[in-house]
């Protein structure tokens, strides 16, 4: 816990404390917030890197243990989870991309992975931390929007190398002039398809961002309600419901990051728009 | 809450990520997956071959068996044609037989009876002879007559 008190106490301070990142670089030191662009979110960055570093392990441990014949255990899941994500990348993607179905695959499993993050008690790394002298923690990359975003922009930056790569550079211009009001609305087109393209981004980015704050929000809410021993039941009860539920929450949030994705660089491969 | 550098720090961490995916586990699985796959449908094509192969060597072989059990008809209705064929030669052969020996024996008695007769004859003249021998013995000299005696006996 931190200098905030006691949740029960001071609910508001509590919720903003875990709420709050732990900064280093262009931080203010008071309210420890980031003062400009150039700060960093550690926690986020050593979130992600730890479940990066899982899925690097796993993905090359099981790279150099292929069984061509009977798979087993492990092998089976992945398999799974590749057939599962061709088969989206098979009904919504025209043509053939290389780096299609790995985008896909590491979006769905890293977004899945640090999703599932909002599934550890709440309490329990900030307060492995605070015992360690690290006074702010938050625990799940995807409650932060630089890490939504850092996705969206990646697959932005996808799209529209794409969209030039497939459709040329003029191409891709004549989609912006001509579309969809044909070409005596060109300014409004302009703006119209520059804010369809610009949605794309933003939108994943946000989706992602909302449901995962909102879910982190809701166990923080139920956490507080650890005031009186008589509470405690309820509070197991309806965290463990929100848990379960929540279950369902990161495995779609992340199934529809990845499907988007696909989507998005499906049209942007689409030659006739 | 704000966005800051963190962004930067992920979008290099998801670059990576993507391409160590892609390099260490996405396309080593996918080809294997790929080459189980060719080597499932191979798999099959290969028992569906095999059970192919198989029924027409058993219609093959239930077609050399007709074929053997036609033979086997065939050669044994030779045999027993030849068999007939061998005991009607057989009984034309004895029957043959049975008459060179009939017709050789037949000729022996001929012969003997000739030979008997002959023989009688002979003795009858013989017996003539004593008999004429005797009572000329009385009435002629044996000397005197003897050419004519010889003459008769050469008639004979």
């Known amino acids: 816990m931190s200098a905030e008190g006691t949740p029960a106490s001071n609910p508001v301070g509590y919720i903003q404390h875990h709420l709050q990142n732990l900064c280093a670089g262009n931080c203010d030191p008071v309210t420890h917030k980031a003062a400009g662009f150039w700060a960093f979110n550690l926690d986020t960055l050593f979130f992600g890197w730890v479940l990066a570093g899982l899925i690097m392990y796993f993905s090359y441990r099981l790279g150099k243990s292929l069984q061509s014949g009977t798979p087993t255990g492990f092998q089976n899941v992945i398999e799974a989870i590749v057939d599962f994500v061709n088969d989206q990348i098979k009904a919504v993607f025209p043509g053939s991309n290389p780096i299609i179905g790995p985008l896909a695959f590491t979006i769905f499993v890293w977004v899945f992975l640090m999703n599932a993050m909002d599934l550890v008690p709440v309490d329990l790394l900030p307060w492995v931390a605070s015992g360690i002298g690290v006074d702010y923690l938050k625990v799940v990359p995807t409650t932060d929007l630089s890490t939504t975003f850092a996705l969206a922009l990646s697959v932005f930056i996808l799209i529209i190398y794409y969209n030039i790569k497939v459709k040329g550079l003029w191409g891709y211009t004549k989609q912006f002039l001509f579309h969809p009001f044909g070409k005596f609305l060109i300014p409004v087109n302009v703006v119209m398809t520059a804010i369809e393209e610009v949605a794309k981004p933003v939108s994943l980015a946000l989706r992602l961002f909302g449901n995962m704050f909102a879910g982190e929000l809701l166990f923080l809410l139920i956490a507080l309600l650890s005031f009186g021993w008589y509470v405690l039941p309820v509070q197991v009860a309806l965290g463990s419901l929100w848990a379960i539920f929540h279950i369902l929450v990161i495995t779609l949030q992340a199934f529809i990051f990845m499907l988007l994705t696909v989507v998005f660089l499906g049209m942007a491969h689409a030659d006739d728009h | 809450m704000d966005i800051n550098a963190t962004l930067l720090g992920q979008m290099i961490t998801f670059a990576v990520l993507v391409w160590f995916v892609k390099r260490f586990l996405w396309g080593p699985l996918t080809q294997m997956m790929q080459d189980r796959q060719a080597r499932i449908a191979d798999g099959l094509a290969a028992a569906e071959r095999g059970q192919h192969e198989q029924e027409l060597a058993e219609k093959r072989a239930k077609e050399l068996l007709h074929q053997a059990k036609d033979q086997a008809a065939e050669i044994i209705a030779q045999g027993q044609k030849r068999s007939n064929e061998i005991i009607e030669e057989a009984k034309d052969q004895a029957r ?19 030979r008997a007769r002959e023989q009688m004859r002979e003795q009858v003249i013989t017996l003539a002879m004593a008999g004429a021998e005797k009572i000329l013995a009385r009435e002629i000299d ?3 007559h003897k050419g004519i005696l010889d003459e008769v006996a050469g008639q004979i």
């Open chain 2, 96 to 114: 043959q037989e049975g008459d060179r020996l009939l017709a050789a024996a037949q000729a022996e008695i001929e012969q003997e009876a000739n």
């Open chain 2, 142 to 144: 044996q000397e005197a």
